[in-house]
């Protein structure tokens, strides 16, 4: 028996080609009529055979493994060094001393905690936002009809094998390629695979040599918008074209964002600060003869001091908080890390359809009366109208309303026209929606005029002409109206008279050429254009009841009246050209990549004014100067727009040629590979790349863009998949708030890490006088901890919620190579300047206090030895007082206390002028609460630390006395009024040797 | 193809990661000219020499508010700790071994100089039994009371030279720290106990280890210049069974109210230390 097994699908390898062959594989019609299906043990075989019909999901690192990083990234390594060489010192100590002091063990312990503890933060913060993409998991399993052993059967769709036949009809989705054997008006919509969104017709001729372009194959995942099929599958799972391509999505390999870039290059920079000071001062120990013991104590100090450990903390709940800011403004972000990405984009290779237009047919302009009239195609029918009065147009309308198969869905009256689903296809849909919205009322049109006969548009049918037939049932005409709609020239062909002002008219070569530049403009305009036509049939020839036969066609469909022309186009999305308009001015280039035609491309880009007003491509030039295009200097060109086949004859060079030298792109058919291209292309000259798309086809190039930006509405699962950013609304402008947000944080988040590390000079230098010149420790490790974890955090995290100080949305995009995070001029400021008089400040408290005790400064220097000696426990003062190791002790952490205290209290200041980078505290005003909450928050903690009862067990910290609190008090004015001075030189003289040397 | 194209790239990141120390071309060094590097040196030279002098005069402030005489506070110090002379917790020698006890007893000699009758002899011979109180004088200068070696007696160094080292019978001094303004209420007197089965005899100087009242108040280095520490000096009478083992001694300050049960200053008005004397 001749079955469809007979074919024998061989193993599946997809080599080139081998798609081609599918479609162009001789099955003749004896094969389908004999067709059975295969038998369900052959299905089960090639099921064990080729595996689940269904796509590999992409590998994903185990979560052990993400926590590990967490672990053990960034400044973690040091602070477990630190842990380790603590509990080093402590198993020292346990051996060589009877009564070992537990502070290292217990400092180790800290440590550790520390360490794991910023590591589950991390760790959770991220796996919060990874978990944004369960949320858009389809979970309901697909089915798909299949014949099998001459039976219909509904199977889940994993189970399809190769060789099934599969029933498809519309609405479904198509469960694997398969190559059509029968279709009645079979239409699928390939968008999500090729861009396009023009519904297309299948059929089991093949049609072309490039199998996405043939009639006769459908494609995994794509949908079926109407008619039936029957099509046997040809390949399933990643062997589809889309498992394919998301095979080769998920293979490319992605660059570190940006921002992780800046963040290791920072963290270089202070562990090798840390590092060389570390070593430095563990040799200058051994050298100056301190023990080896000492010298560890030493290291780990200092190692604590110059880490600063809350900050990479801080830096993910700045971005988290962006990240949920933007939410809140549809963009979702699945990587946090994509948060500032987008703000360093420098090129924005955008979708067309969806993104930067609505995603639906519309008619955009009319002909009538021979004249262009404009329709309002806005979202929100904002927009201007045209005269509506003439008898002309309400011929016109009564034709697109009659001579239309559309209809909407019932049961949405309630909705606004532009909201209401329509059955049918898009085209129609939109001449329905348009007559709706000026008219009104389409069904009581059709109501009072009953169909009587119809010729369907056909795909065979050469004439391309749609026509109906109506009966009129006006009471005192009983006259059939002819209506017909197509290709305006066949229209035309088809006509003699012509319908101005109401009135027939002959139409002769001025209308004729009239109707031509008509034409010629609207298709220029990339708007698909339809004529329409009418004609009152006479009585006497055809009266009431005459029985028309649209097979042989027994009636007139010559010298018809021309009523007049509507063209469609799917429009602008309205905030579009405002959001393209910042983006320029933000100095982001905005490429347009789409499979669509290059003059709908090239009106589309006009429109939204990706190619602006008054730049021209070289093809313009030439029309306007009459001259050959090969003529035009291309240099003359800002604007392009580049055709996916010539893309392909393009060398690297010449490449990079065009992306350089014109700052308006538009890439017309181009195909997923080409998009890559692009992208890659972009990349190599140096730009950050933001991608937009929503098909399956987008997802090679999201994956490799620096931020890849998916739809939320339209974007099919594998974009989702691929992308980093998702947009909940489809809309281009939300990604202009995403850039804004993006900069705003990058800035803020330099501000944050200014403030962080100005308190790591206060910290340090205390080690290293302790070490130098012998004063008893003036900062201990645990109150670092506190200040870095504890009093530090929220304000530098309160910083992320600072307002622009300027329109960030009129600068430039930062270039990766030269403006970094943590630059020399931000360290010089955060660690010579301001830092310096913090560390004075603390140095100041700590002297007050010593010297109120009765240890005055100039016998401080060299008294550690005896200082720290437990069995010395009679240490004279400068006022002839003895004290006890314990009791100097107690005054030495009230010290720390102090300095911290003094820490905090300079701090204010530091967060007060890390506000702003230019502008005055005065002119940038303190309206962000969450700073001044912070302000309370670090002085009621570091009070709290001081006075609870406890602490002095717990942290080793003793209450102060008030006026301690007043100590660094000059210091912190001294910062504000220094801070103020120098952003005052800098906006005074732009460029000067401050702002060369200062400005971060 | 790739590998055309890093060639030259590699070349280029080492020169300019030489350029980086010094560029012949633009004669910059670590980035930055002569005068550049001039500039900000200058600058940095400007600012931390003011932020020394603003520094200096926070510290001359802080110093100008303090009191020559008494420290502004010292709610620190509030009970005095107890030491011993020889300064050492741990003593352990041969009592037939004078290099082994030698160091103690240079130690004891040593200290006890202040407490010779001719530094003594200037000082003033004071009522017992009462605080030397000298607020009511002008004279911001106060007068000591004397503290004789003689005081000490058998451990005063003076007949026996070798503090009772050499005949296993150590003397060991103890002192109590010195802070301005303390006066110890009642009669403190210094107790020592050994935690051992059998008690073991001891001799305090000047009988039972008093320390009189009119040592106190102390007014401080400057005001109180030759003010010497009363000192209490305990002679443990080791017999034959207390050598070769290692005998814990605690002494505390008793009758008064200063502290000496502190759980975490295990030096406020007590000092434990071992001792070991090998025959």
């Known amino acids: 028996m001749h079955t469809w097994v007979a074919i024998n699908l061989p193993k599946y390898s997809y080599l080139p080609g081998e798609l081609h062959a599918w479609s162009t594989f001789p099955i003749t019609l004896t094969d389908i009529k004999l067709l059975d299906g295969l038998t369900n043990a052959k299905a089960a075989e090639y099921l064990i055979r080729d595996g689940p019909n269904a796509l590999t999901p992409p590998p994903t690192t185990p979560e052990w493994i993400k926590f590990c990083r967490q672990l053990f990234g960034g400044f973690s390594v040091l602070l477990w060094t630190g842990a380790i060489l603590c509990f080093l010192a402590y198993a020292i100590q346990a051996a060589t001393e009877d009564d070992p002091a537990g502070d290292n063990l217990y400092l180790g312990i800290v440590l550790t905690a520390v360490v794991v503890i910023t590591g589950c933060f991390s760790y959770f913060q991220e796996a919060k936002s990874s978990k944004i993409m369960e949320s858009f998991k389809n979970m309901v399993p697909q089915q798909a009809l299949v014949i099998r052993e001459g039976e219909k059967v509904q199977i889940n769709a994993e189970e399809v094998v190769g060789g099934d036949l599969v029933e498809v009809k519309g609405g479904d989705r198509i469960p694997a390629d398969i190559r059509v054997v029968s279709a009645h008006g079979c239409k699928v919509d390939n968008s999500s695979l090729t861009g396009e969104s023009e519904p297309q017709s299948r059929s089991p001729d093949c049609t072309h040599d490039n199998p996405l372009e043939t009639r006769n194959l459908a494609f995994f995942s794509t949908n079926c918008v109407e008619g039936t099929a029957r099509g046997i599958v040809i390949c399933t799972g990643d062997r589809t074209v889309m498992g394919r391509i998301a095979t080769l999505t998920s293979g490319l390999e992605t660059g570190k964002t940006p921002i992780a870039k800046e963040i290791e290059h920072f963290i270089h920079i202070i562990t090798g600060v840390a590092v060389f000071l570390g070593l430095t001062f563990f040799i200058l120990a051994i050298i100056l003869g301190y023990s080896w013991l000492e010298a560890v104590i030493f290291l780990i100090g200092i190692i604590v001091a110059n880490v600063p450990e809350g900050l990479l903390a801080t830096v993910t709940v700045c971005l988290t908080l962006t990240a949920k800011r933007m939410a809140k403004k549809n963009c979702l972000v699945k990587n946090l890390e994509a948060v500032e990405t987008l703000g360093s984009t420098s090129t924005i290779c955008s979708d067309k359809t969806g993104t930067l237009t609505q995603n639906r047919m519309t008619v955009a302009h009319m002909w009538f ?6 329709a309002d195609t806005t979202e929100d029918q904002s927009g201007a109208s045209f005269d509506k009065s003439s008898v002309t147009w309400l011929s016109l309308a009564r034709v697109a309303a009659l001579c239309n198969r559309a209809q909407f869905k019932a049961g949405q009256d309630q909705l606004p026209i532009l909201k209401r689903d329509v059955a049918g296809d898009a085209s129609e849909s939109a001449l329905l929606k348009c007559i709706e919205l000026s008219c009104g009322a389409v069904r009581a049109m059709r109501d009072k005029n009953k169909k009587v006969a119809e010729i369907p548009f056909n795909s065979t049918n050469k004439y391309q002409v749609s026509h109906r037939l109506y009966y009129r049932c006006d009471l005192n005409d009983n006259r059939y109206l002819l209506v017909m709609k197509g290709a305006p020239e066949r229209i035309l062909d088809r006509c003699s008279t012509i319908l101005i002002q109401g009135k027939e008219q002959p139409m002769d070569e001025e209308l004729k050429e009239s109707f031509q530049n008509a034409y010629m403009e609207l298709g220029g305009l990339g708007e698909r254009v339809l004529g329409f036509c009418h004609v009152m049939m006479p009585e006497d020839q055809y009266p009431k009841g005459f029985a028309f036969d649209t097979d042989d066609v027994n009636f007139q469909t010559d010298n018809l009246c021309f009523v007049g022309l509507m063209s469609m186009i799917d429009p602008p999305r309205a905030a579009v050209p405002d959001a393209v308009g910042k983006c320029r001015s933000a100095g982001i280039k905005v490429i347009m990549v789409t499979g ?14 990706i190619i602006s007003e008054g730049n021209e491509t070289v093809e313009d030039i030439a029309a306007r100067l009459n001259i050959p295009v090969s003529q035009v200097n291309p240099r003359d060109a800002k604007a392009c727009v580049i055709h996916g086949t010539d ?14 030298n014109h700052t308006e792109i538009v890439f017309a058919r181009t ?4 998009k890559l291209i692009i992208v890659e292309g972009c990349q190599r000259l140096g730009a950050i790349v933001a991608v937009t798309g929503d098909g399956v086809n987008d997802s090679p190039a999201l994956k490799k863009a620096d931020i890849g930006v998916a739809m939320g509405i339209s974007g099919s699962d ?28 990058f800035d803020n988040l330099k501000k944050s890490i200014a403030y962080t590390l100005t308190s790591n000079i206060p910290e340090i230098t205390p080690f290293l006088l302790f070490i130098i010149v012998n004063i008893p420790l003036p900062l201990g490790t645990i109150t670092i901890l506190c200040i870095d974890l504890g009093t530090d955090m929220v304000p530098a995290i309160s910083l992320a919620y600072e307002a622009a100080e300027s329109d960030i949305m009129k600068r430039q995009p930062r270039n990766p190579f030269r403006d970094k995070l943590v630059n020399e001029r931000l360290i010089s400021i955060a660690y010579g300047q301001i830092g310096m008089i913090q560390a004075l400040g603390g140095f100041f408290a700590y002297f007050v206090i010593l010297a109120e005790n009765g240890f005055l400064p100039t016998q401080l220097v060299g008294i550690r030895l005896n200082w720290d000696d437990r069995s010395v426990n009679d240490l004279e003062d400068s006022y002839g007082q003895q004290w006890t190791y314990e009791q100097r002790k107690i005054v030495e952490f009230t010290c720390h206390t102090a300095f911290f205290v003094s820490i905090v209290v300079v701090q204010w200041a530091d967060v007060i002028v890390c506000k702003t ?8 005003g303190m309206r962000n609460k969450i700073l001044i909450f912070g302000l309370f928050e670090e002085t009621a903690l570091a009070a709290f630390l001081s006075y609870c009862p406890g602490m002095d067990v717990a942290l080793r910290m003793y209450p102060l006395k008030p006026s301690w609190w007043f100590c660094a008090f000059p210091y912190s004015f001294l910062i504000f009024v220094y801070d103020e001075v120098r952003k005052l030189l800098i906006r005074r003289n732009p460029g000067g040797w401050v702002e060369r040397e200062t400005y971060y | 193809m790739a590998s055309t194209e890093d060639k030259p790239a590699t070349k280029e990141n080492t020169s300019s990661w030489k350029d980086s120390f010094y560029n012949p071309r633009t004669g910059e060094v670590m980035g930055r000219t002569a005068s550049s590097w001039a500039l900000i040196l200058l600058f940095y030279l400007v600012f931390y020499c003011f932020l020394a002098g603003m520094f200096a005069l926070t510290m001359w402030v802080l110093l100008i508010s303090l009191d020559d005489y008494v420290p502004k506070y010292q709610d ?13 917790l741990d003593m352990s020698f041969n009592k037939s071994d004078p290099l082994k006890y030698v160091q103690y007893v240079k130690h004891l000699e040593s200290f006890l100089q202040r407490y010779n009758d001719s530094q003594q002899d200037n000082n003033e011979d004071c009522p017992r039994g009462e605080y030397f109180l000298q607020d009511d004088t002008e004279d911001m200068n106060k007068k000591a009371c004397l503290f004789k070696r003689g005081f000490l007696s058998l451990c005063s160094g003076l007949s026996d030279t070798n503090f009772g080292y050499s005949e296993g019978k150590p003397c060991v001094l103890l002192k109590m720290n010195r802070i301005i303004g ?8 210094i107790n020592c106990t050994v935690k051992k089965e059998g008690p073991i005899q001891m001799q305090y100087f000047p009988s039972e280890g008093r320390i009189d009242k009119m040592y106190f108040p102390y007014y401080g280095k400057k005001a109180h210049e030759n003010y010497v520490q009363p000192l209490v000096a305990v002679k443990l009478l080791l017999t034959k069974d207390d050598y070769n083992k290692e005998l814990p001694v605690e002494c505390r300050v008793e009758g008064t109210d200063l502290r000496n049960n502190d759980e975490r200053d295990k030096f406020l008005g007590r000092v434990t230390f071992r001792i070991k004397v090998v025959e």
């Open chain 1, 369 to 374: 009366d021979n004249q262009i009239h404009e």
């Open chain 1, 596 to 609: 669509d035609h290059p003059i709908t491309a090239k009106a589309i880009a006009k429109g939204v004014g």
């Open chain 1, 647 to 660: 893309l392909k004859d393009l060398s690297q060079d010449q490449m990079d040629d065009i992306l350089r």
């Open chain 1, 671 to 674: 195909s997923p590979q080409q």
């Open chain 1, 718 to 745: 594998v974009s989702k998949q691929a992308a980093d950013m998702i947009l909940l609304d489809d809309n281009f402008a939300s990604i202009v708030t995403g850039v804004e947000e993006g900069r705003l944080i």
């Open chain 1, 917 to 924: 980078r230019r502008n005055s505290v005065f002119q940038q």
């Open chain 2, 76 to 88: 620190r110090v509030p009970h005095p700790g107890l030491v011993i002379r020889p300064n050492s």
């Open chain 2, 182 to 189: 303390l006066k110890p209420r009642g009669d403190p007197y």
